[in-house]
């Protein structure tokens, strides 16, 4: 675990003066404004992804060890955890293994415990699903090797969930180096499956590995020879392919946006809202996408612009039912708490915190944003009132 009593603007700081750079000398590596980062390392603006990535690829230093991640477990529950994790590890380096000393149950039998765990990843349920995952993933890799045709093809599809669960919750605890192995073996198992939309997702988490490393330029060309595969399928306008498209266009915006291109990523998020409205609906299958989800990213990709009146804009247009996964409604509130920083507006920044706390608090507590807005809303406020430092504490940031 990487000590939290520091942030990303020491740790950017500290990179910086290792390879013996200036400010100056760092803004010309990374794009990034002289006065940005200089607010930044003075701890008076939060490191936004896009300032993590750009100066993790400047300065040859990982994007967690920037973040500090992964961060140490604060309570029993985070510790049991992290102690999955190397069950995962090793799960996952065993995937081309045939396991045949497990027990495996028929698929219909293991099928509905891997749809559970998927309602587990999307309630952002992480230390129920860190416990159901490993013995989930060795089951279903001792049934794909025993397993032919269609029935084999099934039990990939299976396998493409568990690797996306295992993915998701790596990535929540800042495991960033398991969370892209994950990402691998989905896209494998996604093949074998031949499922068109586990496909579509893999390439949607593979695309995200590429955006948040800082190759942005690489991840929007890359999912444009995604969206080339299935173009010719949109005029049928069935669901899974429209799903496809939408997604990836969604994460095209994201990339977009962290390269500053705020025009394009607007074009992205308008083709996806084109799509979400061809559909009407929001589906929650391997893909959650619809008119709910695109509002939700909406926000997420004006926040990622600095545009904090637009973000704002768009979150009071949207409903958000209570049906919708809370990894997602929990995300959009830690989306909003960043809004709200950049506008100045400090007790709406914790009043979307502690939304989000209540909706999600496993996902809360380790994400990386979150800690980021603490910190700078301390900074700001002389008092820390009892507020700020009870969040603060909860989350294991050192103040």
Aim: with cysteine; net charge neutral; glycine share 6%.
């Amino acid at each position: 675990m990487i000590d939290d009593s520091a942030g990303v603007a020491e740790r950017v700081a500290q990179a910086r003066k290792l390879k013996g750079w200036s400010q100056p000398r760092l803004a010309m590596e990374t794009q990034i404004s002289v006065a940005l980062i200089r607010a930044v390392e003075q701890g008076r603006r939060p490191a936004t992804p896009a300032f993590a990535s750009a100066c993790s690829k400047a300065l040859r230093v990982s994007v967690a060890e920037l973040l500090g991640q992964p961060f140490a477990p604060t309570t029993a529950e985070d510790r049991e955890m992290h102690a999955s994790i190397a069950l995962l590890r090793t799960e996952v380096a065993a995937w081309d293994m045939p396991a045949p000393e497990i027990e495996a149950r028929p698929m219909a039998k293991l099928s509905e415990d891997v749809l559970a765990s998927r309602r587990l990843r999307r309630d952002a349920a992480s230390p129920k699903l860190a416990a159901a995952l490993p013995p989930l993933l060795i089951e279903a890799r001792a049934l794909v090797h025993r397993s032919t045709g269609h029935v084999r093809e099934q039990v990939c599809a299976l396998l493409a969930e568990l690797y996306y669960n295992a993915r998701s919750l790596a990535h929540k605890l800042g495991y960033q180096d398991l969370a892209a192995l994950a990402i691998d073996r989905m896209t494998w198992a996604a093949g074998e499956s031949g499922d068109p939309l586990w496909i579509a997702a893999a390439q949607f988490h593979r695309a995200t590995l590429l955006t948040n490393g800082g190759d942005w330029k690489t991840a929007q060309a890359y999912l444009e020879r995604c969206r080339a595969q299935i173009e010719n399928q949109l005029g049928v306008g069935d669901e899974p392919t429209l799903i496809a498209w939408g997604g990836l266009h969604l994460q095209s915006g994201l990339a977009a946006a962290r390269a500053g291109q705020r025009e394009m990523a607007d074009i992205h998020l308008a083709e996806a809202t084109a799509t979400a409205d061809r559909i009407g609906h929001d589906r929650d299958q391997i893909l959650v996408f619809g008119p709910t989800n695109v509002g939700i990213w909406s926000v997420a990709l004006a926040v990622e612009a600095m545009d904090s009146a637009e973000a704002i804009r768009r979150a009071k247009n949207l409903h958000i039912p209570s049906d919708t996964p809370r990894s997602r409604s929990g995300h959009h509130q830690i989306d909003l708490a960043r809004a709200y920083q950049l506008q100045g507006n400090r007790a709406l920044v914790m009043d979307s915190l502690m939304a989000g706390r209540l909706l999600a608090p496993s996902m809360v507590r380790y994400h990386p944003m979150v800690h980021e807005t603490i910190r700078v809303l301390a900074r700001e406020d002389a008092r820390r009132t009892d507020s700020i430092r009870g969040f603060a504490a909860w989350c294991g940031v050192t103040l």
